[in-house]
């Protein structure tokens, strides 16, 4: 997702991720040769989307959210760097006017996702399989809306990224759901 109106409500929390995500995020923030936007913050939060980026015109940095569903040790390192790296994007490049509406994902953002991140369809693939039953894709406002049933799914493991890499029938079959989300994250 862009970026979320109004601040995400909720509490941040501690990584139960199985790598050092603040470690990753300023790599990742070099490589993209954003280290002059100013500071990014990053959370890890029960909120009402899967994942923004928040800044305010006039002001250096940002502040990314992520959803708790990313909040665990099996979360494969390579989903949680596309991510990372699609809402740094957006602080490259910013929503235009198309049509007399404004998008946050325009046709320049996807060519630039798919040079910056060349595992995309198998990260997309690895969120649909993981997070389908508790998602509702809502591309009119490019949004992805986190059921309140999101807690069920903590009672079982996620996918292996390994099973995604083996098996990629797993989800070429899901491109639909795959379009989708790619269009509301
Ligand atoms: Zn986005």
């Known amino acids: 997702m862009a970026l ?6 909720g509490y941040p929390e501690i990584s139960f991720l199985s790598f050092d995500v603040l470690d990753l995020l300023a790599r990742i923030k070099s490589e993209m040769d ?7 913050a990053f959370s890890l939060q029960t909120m009402e989307t899967l994942a923004c980026i928040r800044w305010e015109e006039g002001k250096q940095g940002g ?9 665990r040790p099996d979360v494969p390192q390579p989903v949680v760097e596309h991510v990372l790296r699609h809402e740094l994007l957006h602080l490259k490049i910013r929503p235009r006017m198309i049509d007399g509406k404004l998008v946050h994902h325009p046709p320049e953002f996807w060519e630039a996702e798919q040079a910056l991140v060349p595992w995309m369809s198998a990260s997309w693939g690895w969120m649909v399989l993981a997070f389908w039953e508790v998602i509702k894709t809502d591309i009119p406002n490019e949004c992805t809306w986190v059921k309140k049933s999101w807690r069920n799914l903590q009672k079982y493991p996620y996918p292996s ?24 994250l």
Do not use: T
């Open 63 to 71: 502040d990314i959210f992520f959803h708790s569903l990313f909040n």
């Open 34 to 40: 954003l280290d002059a936007v100013g500071p990014v």
């Open 161 to 184: 990224w390994q099973m995604i890499l083996n098996d990629h029938e797993r989800y070429s079959n899901k491109q639909g759901q795959m379009k989708s989300l790619m269009e509301s």
């Open 4 to 9: 979320s109106r109004k601040k995400p409500v």
